[in-house]
C-alpha cells in the first residue's frame, strides 16, 4: 500500500463512502452526530442548566461527541501542519479575480488567504466586529435551525428528515446571499 495516498486529496466518493459508514454506525449504536450539540454540552457541564432550563439535561450521555469534537480538531491540527499539501488546491481564476476586487490577496499555495485568516485579522476592529457579529448569528442559528450544517446535511439527510433538508436549503440559500451580496458589502 502506498502511504502517500493519506497525503493526497480523496476522491468525494472515498469521502462520501466513509462518512455513510460512519453514519451507519452511528444509527446502529443510537447516536446522534453534531458539532453544534458540544455547545450545549459544555454549557450544561458548567451547571447553567439551574438556570437555563434549555441547558438541563444529562450531559453525561453526550461525552462521546465531545471525544469527536476533539478528535475533529487535533485531525485538524495533524492535516494542516503536517499533512497538507495546497499545490494541489487549484482556485478557478475567476474566484480570484473577484477576491482580488475585494481586496482579498490569492492564497498563493495556502488553503486560505491570509486577508480573511491570517492573525493580522485580530489587529483590526471592523474584522474583530465582523467576527463577532458572525459568531452570535452562527451561535444562534444554529440553534435555532436544531442543529449545525454537519448534523443537517450529513446526519438528518442520511435519515431522510424533512426538517434537515429545509435547515440545508436554507444553509445554501443563505451562503449564496452572503457570498454574492453582503461579501462585497463588507470587504
Request: charged residues 10%.
Amino acid at each position: 500500500m502506498n502511504i502517500n495516498i493519506i497525503f493526497q486529496t480523496w476522491p468525494w466518493y472515498v469521502s462520501g463512502f466513509v462518512i455513510g459508514m460512519i453514519m451507519l454506525c452511528l444509527i446502529y449504536f443510537g447516536k446522534t452526530f453534531g458539532m453544534s450539540s458540544n455547545l450545549r454540552t459544555l454549557c450544561s457541564m458548567t451547571g447553567v442548566g439551574k438556570k437555563v432550563h434549555f441547558f438541563d439535561y444529562d450531559w453525561k450521555a453526550q461525552r462521546w461527541n465531545l471525544l469527536v469534537t476533539l478528535g475533529a480538531m487535533i485531525g485538524g491540527f495533524v492535516a494542516v501542519h503536517f499533512m497538507s499539501d495546497a499545490s494541489n488546491v487549484s482556485i478557478n481564476p475567476k474566484t480570484i479575480a473577484q477576491l482580488a476586487q475585494m481586496g482579498i490577496d490569492a492564497p498563493g499555495g495556502r488553503l486560505l488567504p491570509n486577508t480573511l485568516f491570517g492573525n493580522q485579522i485580530f489587529e483590526s476592529p471592523k474584522s474583530m466586529i465582523i467576527l463577532l457579529i458572525g459568531g452570535i448569528l452562527i451561535g444562534f442559528g444554529s440553534r435555532y435551525a436544531g442543529g449545525c450544517t454537519s448534523g443537517h446535511a450529513i446526519l438528518g439527510l442520511s435519515n431522510l428528515q424533512l426538517p434537515s433538508l429545509k435547515a440545508v436549503i436554507g444553509f445554501f440559500v443563505g451562503g449564496l446571499i452572503m457570498a454574492h451580496f453582503l461579501l462585497p458589502l463588507i470587504f
